[in-house]
């Protein structure tokens, strides 16, 4: 599966929500989001219409080392 090229950031913020992962704060133009689960994490993404595919993919690397999962498998259930 390929990581999508057109996701803003509030498509990303619903699709981790599955992660347990909901907003905490807000400074600027920035977002952190926190989850409790498998430990404390948390990331922090731009407000943007479209976030740029270097971003998407740290976000899921991040989730990736966070959960220890599959990086295809975490695309299909965030994406898929």
Known sequence: MKRPRDIS????IRALKEFGYEP???????????????????????QKRQLTIGKINAVLWELVHHFRVDKKQLMQQLFG
Request: charge should be neutral; avoid cysteine.
């Open 9 to 12: 950031t509030d498509e990303l």
């Open 24 to 46: 905490t704060r807000q400074s600027g133009s920035h977002i952190r989001l926190t989850t409790q689960r498998n430990g404390e994490h948390h990331i922090t993404v731009p």
